[in-house]
Each structure stands twice: as C-alpha cells, then as structure tokens.
C-alpha cells in the first residue's frame, strides 16, 4: 500500500501542470496538422524533440522523482519474491520467518528515508534524496552552496534515525536555474 502511495505521489509531482488534451492522443498527421493550423508560438514536446535529435535533458527534479521510483520498483520486486516464499508451501518455517522479516526489515528502511527526505527538506533545502543501500546510506540534497557544518548536521540526522552501523555520505547538488 505504501508502495502505491509512493508511486502516486511520484506520478503527480511530474506530471505536467497545465491539462492535457486526451483527445488529440492518436490522432492521424493529417488531423493533427488540421488542429494545429492558425495557432503560433506552440513549443514541441519531449517525444519531437527526440524524434528530431535533439537532446531531451530531465531536471533534476525528474531525475530525483525518476531515482525513487526506480528505488520503489527494485523493492516492490523483492517485496514480491519475498512474499512468494512466504505463501510457498515448499519452504520451511525458519526461512518464512526469514523473508517476512525481510520485508518488514524494508518497509521500515522506506519508511525511515522518506521521514528522512521530509526533515531534510526542513532544513531549508529543495529537495532531498535518501537511499539506504546495505550498510551505506546516500544522501542527495540540493543546495545553493555547500557546506560541512550542513553535511554533517544530515549525517547526524541520518544516524539518530537509521543507527550508528550505517555510514552515511552527503552529496550536495548544484540548483539549476
């Protein structure tokens, strides 16, 4: 469920801002050249662009968003091998026991870095991205300048919450304007 959730907010932070008209989705080229006549000044989208080779460049925004939901995909996978040996009938109780345990133990790590995301951003930054990974916690923040005293304010926010046995590393990001 908190996988869904995820994947919504996801979906609705990047999605455009203005409606879109669903409309002229699959539309012929000669409709779509009737639609389009007598209207100046429109800009081209991402799907023109790569057709006419150009470069199409994410924001870092889109590539935060896109980093997290590959980071929900890869855990909604394993979730779901997990959940298989669970219901698996061939498996003994210990390594039940070991998989559910498994996935609470993920659950608990996705909930911790969104905690985690939120108080950084408290902090005063745009945006944050934690990714705990085995024993190393990554953290991504974006900020107008970079500072040790701010990094390890976050490494000492990121160690009240996951726990000392984790190493932490900062990575400040430019904001692009």
Known sequence: MLS????????????????TNMLSVGTSEEEGKENTEGSEGEEGTDEEASASG???VMSGDDAFAQMR????????KMREDLTAVVASADVTAEDKNAA???MQELTEVATKESYLEMMIKTLG???ALVRALESEVKVTVKATEQSTAEANKIIQLVKDEMGSLYRVAVEFQPIEQ
């Open 4 to 19: 869904l959730v995820v994947v919504l907010s996801v979906f609705y932070v990047t999605s455009p801002t203005e409606p």
């Open 54 to 56: 150009e470069e199409v």
């Open 69 to 76: 939901l590959d980071m929900t995909i890869q855990r909604d």
């Open 100 to 102: 559910y345990d498994k």
């Open 125 to 127: 930054y745009d945006d």
